[in-house]
């Protein structure tokens, strides 16, 4: 397993129940062939001093080479790579390879091998479709404790929607009985020699449990990076409520025979606030019914959270919804986009913004900031901030949290020294839409005082004047090269 955990996750290897290798390799050779070992070097940034990044690690895991030579591998597996060098089975020697595209929102990432002699004699695994209940599934990888390859089976036990721990994104997955032992993260899951998913987590406390990414979302990876840009999944920042409730649907005026869930909030930021409106009852897309639980009919006896109907599409696709508003159906077209988060899912290969004045350290609200509390940040993390993340919204006047991470100690701030990883409410009066917009506020000021208000009532106070002298000499004692991040000393 490649070595990271998150939110009481592990990403695995699907283990399952051990069985010999003599027994599945008839149906499995033509694909171990194409199983390799991915050995990654990576650096992760430092949130909580955003210039710096923590000291390299390395760490394995599984991919298999599919069509085109490319190797299809799980994206945390390469998250902040520095640098990649890929493994066959039965061959001592390791090929540098180069990160292609990675989606980290499905947890997918594609990687190439530029020398030609690493391909010779793989067949690259072909696709299958999604498996059904109870069907028996073979794994392949490089789980820890040994260099060759494992062969292992297991049963299917569940197909619906899971939370993708490595971004946090709710996506269709397949839920696999099986032992989970540290290991091949990114080996591909076959059923009739082809690949129906790869393994990417299991559940730490849940033993004989690991999940795959089924084919529906790999090839929605694969459709999406083919033009070398990387969309991700569409969504919409919408709550909605079950109508399960006669009272709630004979309010909302609905017939008997109508079904459908009802919108509670729509996101400020969005195209969807000018199509829909709160308190609209959503009764089908694009033809399918939405039943009062949320769901829609999924195959031919399985149902699946309509969700799965938008998260199948791609970012720019028309979606058509069907909605009850004020007791009268109507038919909308809606132009599908990513969702806009207050406090945005993990990034990777890109470097945290930050701003400094007079030692005060301001940051943006994010999951990477908030991973920096550890793998259970929802426990350990600031009560206040963990409140934006699960229930915080965007609104009019505020898109982004700033959050005063720190201050650096220093005559020019004698008194606040001991505030740390606080909201800021107000600066001079003024709501910071984001970052960028309080760095604004400030660099703009010319003289007076720069006025502080943070979440929790307490109040910072300091002239501008000073804190600029101090600048210089703050920065060069605690060594930090520049008062602001690259993204907002641009122009």
């Known amino acids: 397993m490649f070595k990271l955990f998150s939110m009481g996750m592990k990403f695995l290897s699907v283990s399952l129940i051990f069985v010999s290798a003599q027994a599945l390799f008839a149906a499995d050779e033509k694909n171990m062939s194409s199983v390799v070992k991915i050995f990654s070097v990576f650096s992760r940034p430092n949130y909580y001093q955003p210039w710096q990044n923590f000291q390299q690690q390395t760490g394995t895991g599984s991919g298999c080479v599919i069509s085109e030579n490319r190797i299809l591998t799980n994206a945390h597996i390469i998250a902040n790579q520095t640098f990649i060098m890929v493994r066959r089975q039965g061959d001592p020697k390791k090929y ?44 392949l990888g490089y789980p820890s404790g040994g260099d060759n390859i494992s062969i292992t089976e297991g049963v299917v036990s569940r197909i619906e929607p899971t939370v993708y721990m490595h971004s946090g994104r709710i996506l269709l997955s397949v839920q696999i009985d099986a032992a989970i032992n540290p290991g091949n993260s990114g080996g591909p899951v076959l059923k009739d020699g082809k690949m129906i998913g790869i393994a990417f987590q299991n559940a730490s406390q849940r033993e004989n449990m690991g999940y795959m990414i089924p084919v529906p979302v790999i090839k929605h990876f694969l459709k999406d990076v083919a033009d070398n840009s990387v969309d991700g999944f569409p969504d919409i920042n919408m709550r909605i409520s079950e109508m399960e409730n006669p009272d709630m649907r004979k309010w909302a005026l609905m017939p008997p025979e109508q079904t459908g869930v009802m919108i509670t909030y729509l996101s400020p930021l969005e195209e969807a606030r000018n199509i829909f409106r709160v308190n609209d009852v959503l009764l089908s897309i694009d033809g399918i019914n939405i039943a009062n639980d949320g769901t829609v009919p999924f195959r031919e006896t399985e149902v699946i959270f309509f969700g799965n109907l938008i998260w199948e599409k791609y970012v720019g696709d028309k979606c058509r919804f069907k909605l009850l508003r004020n007791g009268k159906e109507m038919e909308l077209e809606y132009t599908l986009e990513r969702k806009k988060k207050l406090v945005p899912e993990r990034v990777f290969g890109q470097l945290p913004s930050y701003y400094i004045i007079g030692g005060l350290l301001f940051v943006p609200l994010n999951q990477n900031y908030l991973d920096s509390w550890g793998g259970q940040w929802w426990n350990s993390a600031p009560r206040e901030l963990v409140n934006y993340a699960s229930e915080g919204e965007i609104t009019d006047e505020r898109s982004q949290i700033v959050v005063l991470s720190g201050i650096f100690a220093d005559d020019i701030n004698v008194g606040y020294q001991s505030i740390k990883y606080q909201a800021v409410e107000k600066v001079n009066g003024k709501t910071p839409r984001d970052l960028k917009d309080l760095v604004n506020t400030i660099e703009n000021m010319k003289e007076g005082f720069l006025e502080i208000s943070l979440k929790s009532h307490s109040r910072i106070v300091l002239d501008i004047a000073r804190l600029r002298k101090a600048d210089p000499a703050i920065l060069k004692r605690y060594r930090i090269p520049s008062c602001a991040s690259a993204d907002l000393l641009a122009k």
């Open 96 to 139: 540098v390879a180069r990160l292609l595209a990675a989606g980290h929102d499905c947890d997918l990432a594609l990687l190439s091998v530029d020398d030609v002699a690493f391909y010779k004699g793989i067949t690259p695994t072909e696709f299958g479709e999604l498996p059904h209940l109870q069907d028996t599934v073979t794994a």
